[in-house]
Nanobody
């Protein structure tokens, strides 16, 4: 069973930066596609960024494109989300997710939450104005 643990959330002023980490255990991490999602109070969960298991392909939602960067370190079984130029509207609980079957299905990074079968507990990011 795959377990995902996020860390790095916190409170930051608008314009600041935060770096989130997600450590995976169980399974073969280098075969997982990984994604970050977020959910703000009263809103549905939304896609933020994804990275494929192979070829280093990445995908970003329009609101974060150019400000956030997703990366992975297979040696550490960890995926990262570097968030720069943060805005109050980035305030949300951020979730890490794994598509543990990606190796058998696709080399693309995908946005749909239905593709991900393992989820972390989330980490709170609050951006003050």
């Amino acid at each position: 069973q795959v377990q995902l643990v996020e860390s790095g959330g916190g409170l930051v002023q608008a314009g600041g930066s935060l770096s989130l980490s997600c450590a995976a255990s169980g399974g073969t991490f280098e075969r997982f596609a990984m994604g970050w999602f977020r959910q703000a109070p009263g809103k549905e969960r939304e896609f933020v960024a994804a990275i494929s298991w192979s070829l280093g392909r990445t995908l970003y939602s329009d609101p974060v494109k150019g400000r956030f960067t997703i990366s992975r370190d297979n040696a550490k079984n960890t995926v990262y989300l570097q968030m720069n130029s943060l805005k109050p509207e980035d305030t949300a609980v951020y979730y890490c997710a794994a598509d543990t079957m990606a190796y058998y299905r696709t080399t693309n990074a995908r946005a749909g939450s239905r593709h991900y079968d393992s989820w972390g507990q989330g980490t709170q990011v609050t951006v003050s104005s």
